[in-house]
């Protein structure tokens, strides 16, 4: 029977979200990719273990998290059940709707139908009341923007979720939706979006600019550029990757010699300050305090404990920085 070490809150950082009550984990533990139908369900249970037990109490789904959709969520809800049952005031659990979870036109993008019917069907399979983070997952094009604000606030309002987040949103739309979930009163406390050495783009969009001016938090996925940020490219591409294997995430057209060669670099500048590339990449992240936490996704929990020796990884210099910019950029 599992037992939560009694000194994990010791081993790990908690930052505010933006101007919120709310504090999150510096490091939390992702479910896109290995809490699926295709993964096995005790090695699931230990990378929950392993992330619990030194205090990452943060896990983050999203409705379509699988393969297939919704297994992810099914996976955690019996975990919960079995492990995590009188640890429930101790955890942030988080999911998602916006992309494409069922035939028709109601399982998919931002309209009041699709997200509140999405998270009825998330609760269940989690096995939850109420997720403590529920975010919209990427910008409508086509429903108003007030339309899918009011769903989130109506969410919070029904109990269904504590706080509300926004994904994949520019600058500029976000600091639309803050305005009106200011409005209503509504506790929209955290962006989520991909942050890494490599993808710049909230810098370039204005979230990271607008999430400050707004007192909102930001938490980063895909942090180490989905493998990219890691020791597992520096000599080409093996056979088992994800790029051979998968392909849905990253393309073998986006590790030519000279991303390579890059990557290179960037691993010897690491191995100058005593890291591994993923974890100087993980530092990056957070080196400033705009980003909140850090999303780590892993296939086994031996990851989870490399990813979080982060925490002691040295700050920056400028200098360091610097040359950061100039390999990456």
Request: net charge negative; charged share 25%; glycine share 8%.
């Amino acid at each position: 029977m599992y037992t939560a070490d009694e000194k994990r809150y010791e081993k790990m950082q908690y930052n505010r979200c933006g101007k919120s009550g709310l504090k999150l984990p510096v490091v939390s533990l992702g479910f896109w990719h290995n809490f699926g139908d295709f993964s096995a369900y005790d090695n699931m249970k230990q990378m929950c273990f392993t992330a619990f037990d030194h205090g990452i109490t943060h896990f983050d789904l999203a409705n379509n998290y699988g393969p297939e959709p919704g297994s992810a969520e099914k996976h955690l809800g019996m975990i919960l059940k079995e492990n995590f049952a009188s640890y429930r005031d101790e955890l942030i659990i988080s999911t998602k709707a916006g992309f494409d979870m069922w035939e028709g036109p109601y399982g998919n993008w931002g309209s009041r139908k699709y997200l509140i019917a999405s998270l009825d069907q998330s609760l269940q399979r989690l096995g939850l009341d109420y997720v403590d983070i529920f975010y919209h997952h990427r910008m409508d094009p086509e429903t108003p923007l007030e339309e899918t604000m009011g769903a989130l606030d109506q969410i919070v309002r029904s109990g269904k979720a504590l706080y509300v987040g926004l994904s994949n949103y520019d600058g500029e739309t976000m600091k639309q939706a803050c305005e009106i979930l200011t409005d209503l009163k509504c506790p929209f406390v955290i962006n989520q979006n991909s942050y890494n050495i490599f993808n710049r783009t909230i810098e370039k969009n204005g979230l990271k600019q607008a999430a400050r001016e707004c007192g909102k938090g930001i938490i980063s996925f895909s942090p180490l550029a989905q493998g990219m940020l890691t020791d597992r490219y520096l000599n080409g591409i093996p056979a088992d990757s994800r790029v051979m294997t998968d392909g849905r995430f990253l393309h073998r057209e986006q590790l030519d010699e000279a991303r390579i060669a890059t990557i290179r670099k960037l691993n010897d500048l690491a191995a100058e300050r005593g890291e591994t590339l993923a974890q100087m990449a993980l530092k990056w992240v957070v080196k400033d305090s705009d980003v909140t936490s850090v999303l780590i996704g892993a296939s086994k929990p031996q990851q989870i404990c490399e990813n979080l020796k982060v925490m002691q990884a040295a700050d920056f210099t400028e200098e360091e920085l610097k040359r950061i910019d100039e390999i990456s950029l």
